[in-house]
């Protein structure tokens, strides 16, 4: 166990990515101080706790926001990521930089409950390395969101990805986790599935999502999509495997379909130059074909993407 005294004050570190947020910033900003406050006085966190607020290459006041949070609260600090990097990467860029012996990620439109940070850093003073906020329901997400997000999950659990149910990117990490997340150098981050991966003891504390409190969704489908696609294709080679299998599959079928195509021409009258039963194997097979290709295409596309081991970030300025 690395951790100091057991029951000393734990140096907090609470990492919130912002990309275009100029609208919720300041409300965020103050709400985090507050529970900064809060706990420094229930003397469960150090008065060297902080706040680290990511830019991920805003077009926005966001910078100028953070950089006013920075002046009035040493303990705000800024880290201004060089250019739009996606969520994940601004949060690693964060959880890399922050100081603290625990760190909490939190996304900076308010939807996760900031009271739950208590919580987690209890469980963190227990004795947990890794603490995941899980959303109690998701009534302020819309019926499609929702849905899909449900047979995402269902679906990432049949291929055999281990990742925590409803559980976003609010979560606690102790150092040595943090420290073990590091070792993973991959480009194409999905921390949902690489967290559970380090090991460690963990836990979940329960909170209720609420809307976002301004702006809109940074997330398009398309971003969402992406996103789906690596916690796939980085986590399991399983549809390579079963294009094997349906190729096996198909072959077989299309040797039998072959000895009863013999057995109609020798056997009985019925032989008709058929349209249907060629056409029909032509456009299955080219169907199959295809998907099968696109598939293996992703994995070749990210193994492209890791092989350049580009890096995944810059820091322009550290406040
Ligand atoms: N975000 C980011 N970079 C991006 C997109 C989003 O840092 O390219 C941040 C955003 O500022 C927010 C968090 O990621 O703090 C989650 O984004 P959002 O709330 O828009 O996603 P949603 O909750 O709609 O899925
Ligand atoms: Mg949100």
Redesign the pocket.
């Known amino acids: 166990m690395i951790r100091a005294t057991p029951g000393a004050p734990t140096r907090l570190s609470i990492v919130?990515?912002?990309?275009?947020?100029q609208d919720v910033l300041p409300e965020t900003a103050r709400r985090v101080r507050a529970l900064l406050d809060l706990l420094i006085e229930s003397g469960k966190i150090c008065a060297d706790s902080q706040i680290v607020l990511?830019d991920?290459g805003s077009q926005d006041r966001t910078w100028e926001l953070i950089r006013d949070q920075h002046r009035q609260d040493a303990r705000v600090r800024g880290l201004k990521l060089s250019g739009?990097r996606?969520?994940q990467i601004?949060l690693v860029a964060g959880l890399f930089t922050a100081e603290g012996d625990a760190i909490v990620s939190v996304?900076?439109?308010l939807?996760d409950d900031l009271a739950a940070i208590e919580a987690m850093v209890d469980e963190y003073r227990n004795g947990y390395d890794v603490v995941y906020g899980v959303r109690r329901k998701r009534t302020a997400d819309t019926f499609l969101k929702r849905v899909s997000a449900k047979s995402y999950y269902r679906l990432l659990a049949l291929l055999g990805v281990r990742i925590v149910h409803n559980h976003a990117d609010f979560r606690l990490l102790s150092r040595r986790a943090i420290e073990a997340l590091k070792q993973y150098s991959e480009v194409n981050l999905f921390l949902r599935g690489l967290v559970p991966l380090i090991g460690f003891k963990s836990t979940s504390v329960l909170y209720d999502r609420a809307e976002?409190f301004a702006g809109e969704?940074?997330?398009p489908l398309r971003?969402?999509l992406a996103l789906a696609a690596d916690g796939v294709t980085s986590f399991t080679a399983f549809p390579l495997r079963v294009i094997a299998v349906l190729g096996v599959l198909v072959s077989f079928l299309s040797v039998a379909m072959m000895m009863w195509v013999l057995w109609v021409k020798l056997f009985t009258t019925l032989a008709i130059p058929g349209w249907t039963s060629s056409v029909i194997p032509v456009y299955f097979l080219g169907g199959i074909q295809l998907l099968s290709i696109g598939i293996l295409g992703e994995y070749v596309a990210k193994l492209y993407s890791e092989a350049k081991r580009r890096p995944r970030y810059f820091v322009e300025e550290w406040l």
């Open positions: 919130v990515p912002c990309f275009n947020e990511v991920d739009n996606g969520h601004a996304d900076a439109d939807q976002r969704s940074k997330y971003k969402m």
